[in-house]
């Protein structure tokens, strides 16, 4: 079975940092795209950043654009989402999500992605 799992939320002071991972198990994440998205209760999921599955290239939505890092270890099976200089309105639940296909590229339409992870809360707060 194909599994992805999110880790590394929590509570954070605006300018601070944290870093989520997204382990996969079941598939190889080197070949396929993978997205981080994020969602506030009552909106619309939000693409931020994507690692492409056909040749590494990343993207990034504008609202994080030199404040995140997606970044990916073969040896772990493991997308990471660096993200600094944190603000108030980065407070969502994070999910990662594969595309289906291998050598896939990225996109940030989340009905593409059909392997979603459970989540995991980000909270930016004094």
């Known amino acids: 079975q194909l599994h992805l799992v999110e880790s590394g939320g929590g509570l954070v002071q605006p300018g601070g940092s944290l870093r989520l991972s997204c382990a996969a198990s079941?598939?190889?994440?080197?070949?396929?795209?993978i997205g981080w998205f994020r969602q506030a209760p009552g909106k619309e999921r939000e693409g931020v950043s994507c690692?492409?599955?056909?040749?590494?290239?990343?993207y990034y939505a504008d609202s994080v654009k030199g404040r995140f890092t997606i970044s990916r270890d073969s040896a772990k099976n493991t997308v990471y989402l660096q993200m600094n200089s944190l603000k108030p309105e980065d407070t969502d639940v994070y999910y990662c999500?594969?595309?289906?296909?291998?050598?896939?590229?990225?996109?940030?339409?989340?009905?593409?992605?059909?392997?979603w992870g459970q989540g995991t809360q980000v909270t930016v707060s004094s």
């Open positions: 999500a594969a595309r289906p296909r291998l050598f896939s590229p990225c996109v940030f339409s989340s009905s593409s992605y059909d392997q």
């Open positions: 079941g598939f190889t994440l080197d070949y396929y795209a």
């Open positions: 690692i492409s599955g056909s040749d590494g290239s990343t």
